[in-house]
């Protein structure tokens, strides 16, 4: 329901100069390993675990962090409470724009909804709305959507080795995990999903480089809990399962343990039932086996900072699941422990429910859908279509189910018959039967017949699989035979199924799939049973096809799943496999100079002036309402990936965790937390009298609940600071000032793919006929050059005859040449790779329109430099703050605009920086560092006006764009 409005925030952090995780994801997308769509989901995960902190989706709503810019309410036909709680409430802000979002054919998700908000808004606890929306949960607990195909076991491989390498970086932080519990939820009643055992085989330099990558491989330990019987070696553990567990004591210290098991064989084993006394005497097996699925969940339950990764999530979702419970009862048990439980992630390429939940608002109001609310990103089947998915031809008829099997099989012998992927794979058919007996007795005689005729032998090209029934046996030989269908030396081209086959089940050389008769599948199960062949068999082989034959009440049903699901239909699939994703062909152009400039390094030592701590007095001399008020804006300090510290400056006053209600105990802990380790609660505890007297000047009581809640007009986590100084023993900080000079290309040529296969051409400039038009013209240059130069001496002949009555043919021949020399002398002043990928349509306006259009025809070359993933001339920002300079980040400008001396070595050099209105404020502490202290310094280090700066913003008409760039170049250029 709501990941619209994450993707947008996520959006918005990867596109800030300070996002300390540009720089991971920008090496994992020059490694091209993972799809684009488990980049996408890369992103969405390190926004909530590093900007949001891994809080529970209910807090983060009702705080406001996922809202966008704010409307004039006062312009909009509000009633007065709807317009105060918009104004002032996070939660009722975050509903209202929820309902004005808009779905993908344009129209807002809930009309109905956002006129109940404008009319009934007193009516509504929009708190409590969130709350009820996410499930009552109090845990984070985030859902990714990605169709079958789209590698979500070697995701969940990535998110494992993010959270771990986030971890060692900030061990103490309770948002990252150290251990993982992968499971497989009870509606699959298959032992463990294969698939996720391959979750061993990913190779962790695909997300990070050496020696990080490896380290973290040597730290990961993998344990499958699939041991179904009791063991009696131990008078310790009973369960074999909780032994694995146990292998890992202590576990307080327990680092990098993957566990992998199915939550129906082994977490809700005998969940329902008690191990009393009397059960011992009347069953003593069955008493046994109580004790033993108890201890293992609650082995369990005692590994710190533990992660739970739900596989097919939306069956855990099911309301007879109890998966849900145990989950609940772990987090319960460990909520108020330093290392307590961390969170679930789910996966599913269908999250949705069974029937509709419904949402009451105002006692008056129902929000009603099927889809889960805690889904955080998704990625449509629509768009994996002939990027890691096969290009479906879907056909559908109303003939009865012998001709639907043998069009179906004809045209599957006539297309793939002969076809061998490149891995020795041989492409297969699936047909799904509803009964064995149709297996067995029509459809099995009928394809067999069908291949006869073909000079196939049907033992050798079909094979049946079913689960047996008193009539018909299991097929000797056919679960290791149908285990082993995607393997090259599988000689069947046809697999009869019969209950068997429609979910878990990865074969990537299925290539077609017949549903003859309705109830071969069950009707909820038609999309994943339909799209098993849409896998694709060689990673990056684009022109995969596939076959897919349905009758016509199973095309109704998968039409009505796909809109439901997918927002999509039939016809669009078809379409789709006509269309293709755009490669992006990339060149190195120009050889441009290294820059070379001055580095601002700032040197910090810590001096301690007192060893011994008086905590209770600087406690008592702690002034909250003075040294912790609540500024305008809120500085938040925090580190990026490399350890550096960034700052981020917060559009609003809201500070994450800090509207929920809080205890005594809770404040503390937090306080605690927050230390790193540095400070217990025991030491706390000890100024206990005075740390209670600001927790209730720093929290007011709500009337209506009874429950406290911070200050908004009180800085939180600037207190609980102040708070944690005051147990440290005392210090200074002492700054020494260096400059090193650097040199920085501004193309890592090894870092330039070509082609790119991306979703959209959008941020590419020039198009893609522009740049092999500029590339062919650089290829014949020569010629070119040459036929400049005999049109110019043509031109000196002409002028030198001095034939009368040509003097305005001469003058309309030199405009000729002249204009014909500055277009090309245009490409040869700017793109020393071709094409750009800009940012926004703001950069690529002011490129195109103002930039290029300047230095055609002036000494002068224009660069972009804004893609931080091809680029080293990236600056180190300060900020003055008192005495001191404080780090405030990494800066990587747009545009570079040089000048060059005689010899071919740069001379001048303007940073331009381009900004809309919504990023200027983040920006507001470089462009002073720049446009001040970094321009001083390396002018006055190289002797003369080396550098200079030039800030451009979206709120400038493009008329003071050009007036404003025209001066600062023939200002600093001298033209």
């Known amino acids: 329901?709501?990941?619209?409005?994450?993707?947008?925030?996520?959006?918005?952090?990867?596109?800030?100069?300070?996002?300390?995780?540009?720089?991971?994801?920008?090496?994992?997308?020059?490694?091209?390993?993972?799809?684009?769509?488990?980049?996408?989901?890369?992103?969405?995960?390190?926004?909530?675990?590093?900007?949001?902190?891994?809080?529970?989706?209910?807090?983060?709503?009702?705080?406001?962090?996922?809202?966008?810019?704010?409307?004039?309410?006062?312009?909009?036909?509000?009633?007065?409470?709807?317009?105060?709680?918009?104004?002032?409430?996070?939660?009722?802000?975050?509903?209202?724009?929820?309902?004005?979002?808009?779905?993908?054919?344009?129209?807002?998700?809930?009309?109905?909804?956002?006129?109940?908000?404008?009319?009934?808004?007193?009516?509504?606890?929009?708190?409590?709305?969130?709350?009820?929306?996410?499930?009552?949960?109090?845990?984070?607990?985030?859902?990714?959507?990605?169709?079958?195909?789209?590698?979500?076991?070697?995701?969940?491989?990535?998110?494992?080795?993010?959270?771990?390498?986030?971890?060692?970086?900030?061990?103490?932080?309770?948002?990252?995990?150290?251990?993982?519990?992968?499971?497989?939820?009870?509606?699959?009643?298959?032992?463990?999903?294969?698939?996720?055992?391959?979750?061993?085989?990913?190779?962790?330099?695909?997300?990070?480089?050496?020696?990080?990558?490896?380290?973290?491989?040597?730290?990961?330990?993998?344990?499958?809990?699939?041991?179904?019987?009791?063991?009696?070696?131990?008078?310790?553990?009973?369960?074999?399962?909780?032994?694995?567990?146990?292998?890992?004591?202590?576990?307080?210290?327990?680092?990098?343990?993957?566990?992998?098991?199915?939550?129906?064989?082994?977490?809700?084993?005998?969940?329902?039932?008690?191990?009393?006394?009397?059960?011992?005497?009347?069953?003593?097996?069955?008493?046994?086996?109580?004790?033993?699925?108890?201890?293992?969940?609650?082995?369990?339950?005692?590994?710190?900072?533990?992660?739970?990764?739900?596989?097919?999530?939306?069956?855990?979702?099911?309301?007879?699941?109890?998966?849900?419970?145990?989950?609940?009862?772990?987090?319960?048990?460990?909520?108020?422990?330093?290392?307590?439980?961390?969170?679930?992630?789910?996966?599913?390429?269908?999250?949705?429910?069974?029937?509709?939940?419904?949402?009451?608002?105002?006692?008056?109001?129902?929000?009603?859908?099927?889809?889960?609310?805690?889904?955080?990103?998704?990625?449509?089947?629509?768009?994996?279509?002939?990027?890691?998915?096969?290009?479906?031809?879907?056909?559908?008829?109303?003939?009865?189910?012998?001709?639907?099997?043998?069009?179906?099989?004809?045209?599957?012998?006539?297309?793939?018959?002969?076809?061998?992927?490149?891995?020795?794979?041989?492409?297969?058919?699936?047909?799904?039967?509803?009964?064995?007996?149709?297996?067995?007795?029509?459809?099995?005689?009928?394809?067999?017949?069908?291949?006869?005729?073909?000079?196939?032998?049907?033992?050798?090209?079909?094979?049946?699989?079913?689960?047996?029934?008193?009539?018909?046996?299991?097929?000797?030989?056919?679960?290791?035979?149908?285990?082993?269908?995607?393997?090259?030396?599988?000689?069947?081209?046809?697999?009869?199924l019969a209950q068997i086959g429609k979910e878990g089940w990865d074969c990537k050389s299925l290539t077609s799939v017949i549903l003859p008769q309705k109830g071969a599948c069950p009707q909820n199960m038609v999309l994943q049973t339909s799209c098993r062949c849409l896998r694709q068999v060689i990673k990056g082989d684009t022109e995969e096809r596939a076959l897919i034959w349905l009758n016509d009440d199973n095309a109704k049903v998968l039409n009505k799943e796909l809109q439901r699901q997918q927002d999509t239909d039939i016809d669009t699939l078809n379409r789709a496999a006509d269309n293709k994703r755009p490669h992006i062909d990339r060149y190195v152009r120009r050889d441009v100079p290294p820059i070379d400039f001055y580095q601002l390094q700032i040197h910090y030592n810590t001096l301690i002036i007192a060893e011994e701590n008086d905590a209770a007095r600087r406690l008592a001399a702690l002034d909250m309402e003075t040294q912790a008020a609540m500024a305008q804006t809120v500085i938040r300090e925090a580190h990026d990936l490399s350890g550096h510290m960034v700052n981020e400056t917060l559009a609003h006053v809201r500070q994450e965790g800090e509207a929920a209600p809080v205890s005594y105990h809770q404040w503390l802990l937090r306080i605690s937390k927050e230390s790193m380790g540095m400070l217990r609660m025991a030491d706390l505890r000890a100024c206990d009298e005075r740390l209670r007297q600001l927790f209730e000047q720093a929290s007011e009581q709500n009337p209506e609940d009874g429950l406290r809640y911070l200050r908004t007009d009180i800085d939180q986590q600037r207190l609980r600071a102040l708070i944690r100084r005051c147990f440290a023993p005392e210090r200074t900080i002492e700054t020494r000032k260096d400059t090193l000079r650097r040199e920085a290309s501004i193309l890592k040529v090894e870092n330039l793919t070509s082609p790119l296969i991306v979703d959209s051409e959008r941020n590419f400039y020039p198009d893609q006929p522009t740049v092999h038009k500029i590339i062919l013209d650089d290829q014949s240059k020569p010629t070119e050059n040459e036929k400049m130069k005999e049109a110019r001496e043509t031109l000196e002949t002409l002028r030198k005859m001095n034939l009368p009555g040509m003097e305005e043919s001469i003058k309309k021949l030199e405009e000729l040449v002249e204009r014909r020399g500055k277009n090309d002398s245009v490409f040869d002043k700017t793109y020393h790779y071709i094409p750009y990928h800009f940012d926004s349509n703001f950069e690529i306006s002011y490129f195109s329109d103002q930039l290029l259009s300047i230095v055609g025809n002036k000494p002068l070359e224009v660069y972009f430099n804004g893609d931080d993933t091809l680029t080293d001339f990236r600056i180190a920002c300060y900020s003055m703050r008192g005495d001191d300079w404080r780090y405030i980040g990494c800066y990587v400008p747009d545009f570079l605009m040089l000048s060059r001396k005689e010899d071919g070595t740069i001379d001048r050099v303007l940073i331009i920086e381009t900004k809309g209105e919504g990023f200027a404020p983040l920006f507001r502490e470089r462009r002073d560092f720049m446009s001040q202290e970094f321009v001083r310094l390396n002018n006055d280090k190289f002797g003369y006006r080396r550098f200079d700066f030039l800030y451009i913003e979206d709120t400038m008409t493009v008329n003071e764009q050009s007036t404003v760039t025209l001066q600062k170049i023939k200002d600093f250029f001298q033209l």
């Open 1 to 496: 329901m709501f990941y619209q409005l994450i993707q947008q925030k996520v959006e918005e952090w990867f596109r800030q100069d300070d996002c300390p995780a540009r720089q991971l994801v920008g090496y994992i997308t020059q490694r091209g390993m993972m799809r684009d769509a488990q980049i996408a989901a890369i992103r969405t995960f390190l926004y909530l675990k590093i900007a949001c902190g891994n809080q529970p989706l209910a807090s983060l709503f009702c705080e406001g962090r996922f809202n966008g810019p704010a409307p004039d309410y006062d312009d909009m036909p509000l009633s007065t409470a709807a317009r105060k709680a918009l104004k002032k409430h996070g939660a009722a802000e975050a509903l209202f724009q929820y309902a004005q979002t808009k779905d993908r054919k344009g129209k807002p998700l809930s009309k109905e909804l956002e006129e109940f908000i404008t009319v009934h808004s007193d009516e509504i606890d929009y708190d409590q709305s969130f709350r009820d929306i996410f499930y009552g949960i109090s845990y984070p607990d985030y859902v990714f959507s990605l169709p079958m195909g789209a590698g979500k076991t070697f995701l969940m491989a990535a998110f494992i080795y993010l959270d771990l390498y986030l971890a060692l970086q900030d061990p103490e932080n309770p948002a990252f995990a150290h251990n993982f519990m992968i499971m497989a939820p009870s509606g699959l009643k298959t032992s463990i999903i294969p698939s996720i055992k391959h979750i061993q085989d990913f190779d962790p330099t695909w997300v990070m480089p050496d020696p990080t990558a490896s380290k973290l491989r040597r730290m990961i330990s993998f344990e499958v809990l699939d041991e179904q019987k009791t063991s009696n070696k131990s008078n310790l553990v009973k369960n074999p399962n909780a032994q694995k567990i146990n292998n890992h004591q202590p576990l307080h210290d327990c680092w990098g343990l993957v566990a992998v098991t199915n939550a129906e064989k082994v977490i809700l084993d005998r969940l329902d039932k008690d191990a009393d006394n009397n059960l011992f005497h009347e069953n003593p097996t069955e008493w046994n086996h109580i004790r033993c699925s108890n201890e293992l969940r609650d082995i369990i339950g005692r590994i710190p900072h533990l992660a739970v990764y739900i596989d097919e999530v939306h069956h855990a979702s099911d309301g007879d699941i109890k998966l849900r419970q145990v989950v609940n009862h772990w987090m319960e048990s460990t909520k108020d422990d330093d290392d307590g439980f961390n969170g679930v992630l789910g996966f599913s390429g269908t999250p949705y429910l069974k029937s509709a939940e419904k949402i009451t608002l105002g006692d008056t109001f129902d929000i009603k859908d099927t889809s889960l609310s805690n889904v955080v990103y998704h990625y449509p089947l629509v768009s994996g279509v002939g990027n890691f998915l096969k290009r479906p031809t879907i056909k559908t008829t109303a003939n009865s189910q012998e001709a639907i099997v043998t069009k179906g099989v004809e045209e599957f012998l006539d297309n793939f018959g002969s076809l061998v992927y490149a891995n020795g794979t041989k492409a297969k058919l699936a047909i799904y039967c509803s009964r064995i007996e149709n297996l067995e007795e029509t459809v099995y005689p009928l394809v067999a017949a069908l291949v006869s005729k073909r000079g196939m032998n049907p033992q050798d090209t079909i094979l049946k699989y079913h689960g047996g029934n008193k009539q018909y046996a299991v097929p000797a030989g056919a679960a290791a035979a149908f285990a082993a269908l995607d393997t090259d030396f599988s000689p069947y081209r046809i697999v009869l």
